[in-house]
């Protein structure tokens, strides 16, 4: 698939002259899901199969895969609204738990490793997954050296994603403003939230679960620009470095 990743982006530039701008003014924020691990399609699958087991003729799909992005407590909600269905406490309890047993054995991104380590900035990750959860990914992936404790989840702030408080967390706990700090998300929910928060968002493709319908939305939802392979992110952060220090006052 091609996502249009260089539209608006100039060719040539210096990592390494970015680096010498940007490493401690500038921060790189990763959602986790569909960005830092390929879990979505994994999540996507369990949540079909498990509400499809409970609601037996109802078209689970199409209405679901659409929800991914937020809070699975909150597609489920909006799934059983949307079906005329119902489900307990106990039933969306026992779901989250199935589809997070399954999301935590996910592989990373293909690429994001070897991206990470190419970009200078200091880097923080902002989930609307928990932080157990985060921690045991990042941990089990071996990306969890790329951002200590810098983790921004959703159990940590009043209202997740799309509403921009996990990301308005980041930039405070980086000590830096909102415009200042550089977002990869692979979600229309996340892209808002992002954008909200006032910050420049990457939209990212690239996961098993990401198809090119999803390129018009991540740009109406404020996404910059729209890209489909990591090796393309450390070029990408270098021109938004370089872009944003030349605007700086």
Not at 28 to 51: N, T
Not at 169 to 187: I, K, T
Request: hydrophobic share 50%; proline share 5%.
């Amino acid at each position: 698939m091609t996502a249009g990743a260089q539209q608006g982006v100039g060719a040539g530039a210096s990592v390494n002259t970015a680096a010498a701008a940007g490493m401690r003014q500038f921060a790189l924020i990763c959602d986790c899901d569909g960005v830092l691990i390929d879990s979505e399609a994994v999540a996507a699958r369990m949540l079909v199969h498990e509400l499809e087991a409970r609601w037996p003729g109802a078209d689970v799909a199409a209405v679901v895969l659409p929800l991914l992005g937020l809070r699975i407590e909150r597609v489920l909600q909006d799934a059983a609204a949307r079906l005329g269905r119902t489900l307990g406490a106990a039933d969306i309890d026992a779901i989250r738990r199935s589809v997070e047993a399954a999301a935590v054995q996910a592989p990373a991104v293909d690429g994001i490793e070897a991206a990470l380590a190419q970009v200078p900035l200091v880097k923080g990750c902002a989930s609307n997954s928990y932080r157990p959860y985060v921690e045991t990914v990042l941990a089990r992936t071996g990306l969890a050296r790329f951002f200590g404790d810098r983790l921004f989840c959703a159990d940590s702030v009043p209202n997740p994603k799309p509403a921009p408080d996990v990301y308005l967390a980041a930039a405070r706990g980086f000590g830096l403003a909102p415009g200042a700090c550089l977002v990869v998300e692979d979600s229309v929910t996340g892209a808002t939230a992002a954008t909200a928060a006032g910050m420049t968002v990457l939209g990212f493709i690239g996961g098993g679960h990401a198809s090119d319908a999803q390129i018009d939305r991540l740009h109406a939802a404020g996404a910059r620009h729209v890209f489909d392979d990591m090796r393309q992110l450390p070029e990408l952060v270098a021109q938004w470095t370089l872009s944003a220090t030349a605007a700086a006052p």
